[in-house]
């Protein structure tokens, strides 16, 4: 029999022979049945059992619908199937809705919502009037009687059928005449909801199973389950990978087996207490062994799986590759443990300055150096940065802090280098000085971060201070240089006068003068000629500090000018009882000024006169050294030659080492200018002398 054929319902109240109302009902619970087997959906059924409910009950409108809890827990009426009474366009649209989706009605306060609060059939045939009625929209068809009966599945209510508008009203010998078609119903929903709820349980274990398949074979990190015994029962492709092995080689392969010998007893222990129920799951950071040699580091967690009755089942291990991240680490930690050593070896501090957004200053950063340069500790700066930073200013002189806050914002508004010179306080009387040197750099979030260093500079400071004392006392003594060259020019000039004079006075036959007034006029030449000597040894020291020295250099034969002031000095000698004595050193040209060769040995050969004894030698001797191609001229003599000390102020000008007590002339600075006319012509002066045996000075001059 179709059950979509209207003529699978019979009418009931057709008086056909040999079918009474009976039969009629038993055919069309046949039907339910059978369309139990057929229909897809519970809708298609109540459509076509509908009418046929109606003819049966002779109503004129019903509803057949499902029940299910409400948001509040409250029980709700879903139509399924509902006779068109619509009245206008908002109730034809809840008919259209009920035709599709089912209309939700959840009002308890009405006559189907008494049949969903106490799950018992209700008869009302005076609607109006009925207290447990709810009223009708305004529009709706009169409501003259009304049955609500609901439907039920293994004791549990799952629908309701609504009849409505029976001619003479609804009794209970109509409900118990139709009560197996409502049984018949009830079982049919039911049966169609536990239809429905399996399927939808296997469709969401199928789903869940999908989703679990494709976690376990897309996630980033390994996955592996793992039976009570430590064997592989399953892992997924990345893990395959990480171990360096197929999944096939790994299915019942125990864990323990591929994990690094040092770290499996802590591994087995954490496994005994997780079966133990002391913990429900732990972490671990491990390696594990790949087949060629090579370890991975891996962080493993690891969960128990119970079953029902829950006993342990299986383990669930996530294992994530920290291989990577432990080699950054190891470099990281080398390049540290670099910078600890460069900082603690670099003579200096090594620091990181910080300004938050709220302008707050710290000092995050200080090498090892900054307890030798503050001589004693400063506190840890990554721990407290501004407690650091203030520790560091309280020993700064105050006066060296002024302005510092205005350069290190203008440093950070610009991100320009900020630098700074400061003493710090307590050092004694000389200050200590340090320099710090930074560069700054803006954050991402707004802090501005100095690095920077910090040296001491006490050092340069003090050179600083006596280069200028240096510079000071060059400008002075050029300026004495200056004064010294123009006065000895200008007293050069009325001495040559004197001296002129004197020698007229002396000299001129038509006054001629008498004995007495002749030696006194003989004094007054000898203290000019002095006094003349001393102005041009003073000009020449004068031209030789200030490099104005004129000097014509040529290839001067070394025994030519020996033998002009041997002869020079001869009367001088022969007064002082000492012998000069020439060592031929043959044919030696240097590359001299004549005049100023002739100047040193005179300057020489006068001292070897003047510093000897009566009876005693000066000796002149020259040669060229063949290793270094030089001309050496050295004058000997048998004086008293000189001490230590006196050796340690022999260039002093003016200091003639004690002479100055004897009858020896002299202004104590003929060697200052013999070693400074020396060294202008690329020379030097060589002393060597022993007390009591005499003294040697050799002048070493270039080879022409």
């Not at 519970?42 to 003819?55: G, Y």
């Not at 049919?188 to 199973?209: C, M, P, T, V």
């Not at 001296?499 to 002749?518: I, V």
């Not at 030789?544 to 014509?552: C, D, K, N, R, Y």
């Amino acid at each position: 029999m179709d059950v979509r054929d209207p003529e699978a319902f019979p009418d009931p109240h057709r008086d056909t022979a040999g079918q009474d109302s009976a039969d009629e009902l038993l055919t069309v619970m046949t039907v339910l049945q059978q369309e139990l087997a057929r229909s897809p959906s519970l809708k298609h059924t109540f459509d076509l059992v509908l009418p046929s409910l109606l003819k049966l009950s002779d109503s004129a409108f019903g509803f057949i619908g499902e029940t299910r809890p409400g948001s509040d827990g409250a029980p709700m009426l879903v139509i399924r199937t509902l006779s068109d009474i619509s009245w206008d366009p908002a109730s034809q649209a809840v008919y259209q809705q009920s035709a599709s989706d089912g209309v939700r009605f959840e009002r308890l306060k009405t006559l189907y919502g008494a049949v969903l609060t106490s799950r018992q059939p209700v008869i009302a045939n005076d609607p109006p009037y009925d207290p447990r009625s709810g009223g009708l929209p305004t529009g709706h068809p009169p409501l003259r009687a009304f049955l609500g009966v609901p439907l039920e599945h293994g004791g549990e209510m799952v629908g309701m059928v609504g009849l409505a508008n029976r001619p003479g009203g609804y009794d209970v010998a109509l409900l118990q005449r139709l009560a197996p078609l409502f049984a018949v119903m009830g079982t049919l929903i039911g049966l169609r909801l536990e239809q429905g709820a399996r399927q939808a349980a296997e469709d969401a274990l199928r789903r869940s199973e999908a989703l679990y398949r494709t976690t376990f074979e897309m996630a980033a990190v390994g996955i592996a389950q793992v039976d009570l015994a430590g064997c592989f029962i399953d892992v997924n492709s990345r893990l395959a990978r990480k171990l360096g092995r197929s999944r096939d080689e790994l299915q019942g392969q125990s864990m323990h087996a591929i994990t690094h010998p040092d770290d499996l007893p802590p591994d087995l222990l954490m496994q005994q207490r997780l079966l133990a129920g002391e913990i429900d799951r732990f972490m671990v950071e491990k390696r594990y062994l790949r087949p060629d040699g090579s370890v991975i580091w891996a962080m493993l967690t690891v969960a128990l799986v119970r079953d029902a009755e829950g006993r342990p089942e299986r383990y669930i291990a996530v294992i994530e590759d920290l291989t990577e991240r432990r080699l950054i680490e190891q470099r990281l930690r080398e390049r540290d443990d670099v910078l600890r050593k460069i900082s603690r070896f670099v003579p200096g501090v090594m620091f990181q300055l910080q300004r938050d957004t709220a302008g707050r200053f710290g000092l995050t950063y200080a090498s090892e150096g900054i307890h030798a340069l503050l001589d004693g500790p400063l506190g840890e700066p990554a721990a407290g940065g501004g407690t650091a930073l203030q520790a560091l200013l309280a020993r700064i002189e105050p006066d060296d802090l002024v302005g510092v806050p205005d350069a290190l914002s203008a440093s950070a508004d610009a991100l320009t280098a900020w630098n700074m010179s400061f003493r710090l306080r307590d050092t004694g009387p000389s200050p200590r000085w340090f320099e710090a040197r930074s560069m700054p750099e803006r954050q991402p979030d707004g802090t501005v971060v100095w690095y920077g260093f910090i040296a001491d500079i006490t050092e340069r400071k003090r050179y600083e201070t006596a280069l200028i004392s240096a510079e000071a006392a060059e400008r002075a003594n050029r300026a004495k240089t200056v004064f010294l060259s123009r006065m000895s020019h200008e007293l050069r000039t009325p001495l040559n006068s004197v001296l002129g004079f004197a020698q007229l006075l002396r000299m001129d036959p038509r006054t001629p003068l008498a004995e007495a007034q002749r030696q006194q006029v003989s004094h007054i030449e000898r203290a000019g000629a002095h006094l003349l000597a001393m102005v041009n040894d003073i000009l020449d020291i004068a031209r030789v500090e200030s490099g104005t020295l004129a000097l014509q250099l040529e290839a001067v034969p070394v025994d030519e000018v020996v033998d002009d002031t041997l002869a020079l000095l001869a009367d001088m000698a022969h007064s002082a009882g000492v012998t000069l004595q020439r060592d031929d050193g043959g044919m030696v040209l240097a590359r001299v000024d004549r005049l100023r060769l002739k100047q040193v040995l005179v300057n020489l050969l006068s001292n070897a006169i003047k510093f000897n004894q009566r009876g005693g030698l000066a000796r002149v001797a020259w040669q060229r050294e063949l290793a270094t191609g030089a001309v050496c001229i050295s004058v000997t003599d048998s004086g008293p030659g000189l001490d230590e000390a006196q050796m340690q102020q022999l260039f002093e000008p003016f200091n003639r080492l004690g002479a100055e007590r004897s009858r020896v002339e002299g202004t104590g600075i003929g060697l200052v200018i013999t070693r400074g006319l020396l060294e202008s012509m690329d020379g030097a002066l060589d002393v060597q002398s022993t007390p009591g045996l005499g003294s040697r000075f050799t002048a070493v001059l270039p080879a022409a």
